[in-house]
T-cell receptor
Framework: GENVEQHPSTLSVQEGDSAVIKCTYS??????FPWYKQELGKRPQLIID?????GEKKDQRIAVTLNKTAKHFSLHITETQPEDSAVYFC?????????FGAGTTVTVRA | DTAVSQTPKYLVTQMGNDKSIKCEQN?????MYWYKQDSKKFLKIMFS???????INETVPNRFSPKSPDKAHLNLHINSLELGDSAVYFC??????????FGDGTRLSIL
C-alpha cells in the first residue's frame, strides 16, 4: 500500500519568514496530493491540493510543488503569520484511499 | 449549516461497553469515510463506503463495524471498547476524485 513520509515533524519559524514541508510517497499510482491544516481541537481543513498532471500550484501565500519522477511534493508558506501555527498534513491518494503523512507542527514566533 | 456533522462530539465511557458514532453529510457526496486520529495526531483510514457499498476496509479489529443506511449517512459501532480505542474519530465525505471534507470529530475516551 501507499506510504507517505513527511518532514520535518516540527518547524519553528519567525513571523514573516517562509516555511517548507516535504513529503515523499511510494505508490506511483498516486494521482492526487492534498494538504490539510489542523488547528488544535479542530478538524483537518484542505488548504491546497495538486493533481499528478500539474507540477506547481499557488494560492496567495501558499504553494505546492510536485515531482512525480522523484515521488515527492512540498508545501511552501511565505510571509508566515501567527495564524499559520497549526499541524499540517500531506496526503497521497490512490483511487478512493487517502494516505496521510505523520504531520508537521508549525509554530510561528511573533 | 454544517456540511459533515458527527454526533456525539465527546464520548466518555467504560472499558467493555458498546458505543456508536453517527455521521451525516449534506453535500450530496457519494463516498464517506471513517478515520482514526491517535494521540500522536496520526490520521489513518479505517473504512469507506461508496453509495452504501463498503470499498475500503483497513486492518481494523472486527469490534468496529460501519454501517451506511444511505449515501448521506455513515455510522460506526464499536463493541467491547478497549483503552487503545481512545482517539478522535473523524468522518469525511467526497465525490470521486474530489477533495475530502471532514467533520468536527468525535473524541472518544475510555475509562
Amino acid at each position: 500500500g501507499e506510504n507517505v513520509e513527511q518532514h520535518p515533524s516540527t518547524l519553528s519559524v519567525q513571523e514573516g519568514d517562509s516555511a517548507v514541508i516535504k513529503c515523499t510517497y511510494s505508490d506511483s499510482a498516486s494521482n492526487y496530493f492534498p494538504w490539510y491544516k489542523q488547528e488544535l481541537g479542530k478538524r483537518p481543513q484542505l488548504i491546497i491540493d495538486i493533481r499528478s498532471n500539474v507540477g506547481e500550484k499557488k494560492d496567495q501565500r501558499i504553494a505546492v510543488t510536485l515531482n512525480k519522477t522523484a515521488k515527492h511534493f512540498s508545501l511552501h508558506i511565505t510571509e508566515t503569520q501567527p495564524e499559520d501555527s497549526a499541524v499540517y498534513f500531506c496526503a497521497a491518494r490512490v483511487d478512493y484511499k487517502l494516505s496521510f503523512g505523520a504531520g508537521t507542527t508549525v509554530t510561528v514566533r511573533a | 449549516d454544517t456540511a459533515v456533522s458527527q454526533t456525539p462530539k465527546y464520548l466518555v465511557t467504560q472499558m467493555g461497553n458498546d458505543k456508536s458514532i453517527k455521521c451525516e453529510q449534506n453535500l450530496g457526496h457519494d463516498t464517506m469515510y471513517w478515520y482514526k486520529q491517535d494521540s500522536k495526531k496520526f490520521l489513518k483510514i479505517m473504512f469507506s463506503y461508496n453509495n452504501k457499498e463498503l470499498i475500503i476496509n483497513e486492518t481494523v479489529p472486527n469490534r468496529f463495524s460501519p454501517k451506511s443506511p444511505d449515501k448521506a449517512h455513515l455510522n460506526l459501532h464499536i463493541n467491547s471498547l478497549e483503552l487503545g480505542d481512545s482517539a478522535v474519530y473523524f468522518c469525511a465525505s467526497s465525490q470521486f476524485n474530489q477533495p475530502q471534507h471532514f467533520g468536527d470529530g468525535t473524541r472518544l475516551s475510555i475509562l
